[in-house]
Structure formats: C-alpha cells, structure tokens
C-alpha cells in the first residue's frame, strides 16, 4: 500500500465547508496548512511509509479522532 491517509470524500468537504470562507467571487478561501492538519485528524486510517496500518477509532466530543495506536 501507498503511503497516506485515507478518508472519505465526505469528510474532506464537511472540513472544506467548516473551516474555509467564502471570497468576494463564490470560491472557498482555505489555509491549506490547517485544512491538511484537520483531514488528517478526521482520517479513518493512515499507512506509514514503512508499511504499517493504523487505524482509528471514532471522534471524540471535539471532533478529533481517536487513535488505536
């Protein structure tokens, strides 16, 4: 497997619409350093570089994402 995370589409765009602004011209304005570190917390399973597989568990009262690791 690649490394990365994998996260539903969903989810990605549920963080887009909470954490971007909308510009004078319709398009959503992000800070991509914040937007990637959100995705990341919400993600159901990271691959390592080295191969491994963490999953995780469910969001806690906050919205971020409980580890199993």
């Not at 765009?13 to 954490?19: A, C, H, L, Q, W």
């Not at 971007?20 to 159901?44: A, P, V, Y």
């Amino acid at each position: 497997m690649k490394e990365g995370l994998y996260v539903h589409v969903d989810e990605v765009k549920n963080v887009i619409d909470t954490f971007g602004s909308k510009g004078g011209t319709g398009m959503t304005i992000i800070n991509d350093g914040f937007i990637l570190s959100q995705i990341r917390e919400r993600s159901d399973i990271y691959i390592t570089h080295s191969g491994n597989m963490i999953r995780r568990k469910s969001h806690d009262k906050n919205g971020r994402v409980e580890s199993d690791a």
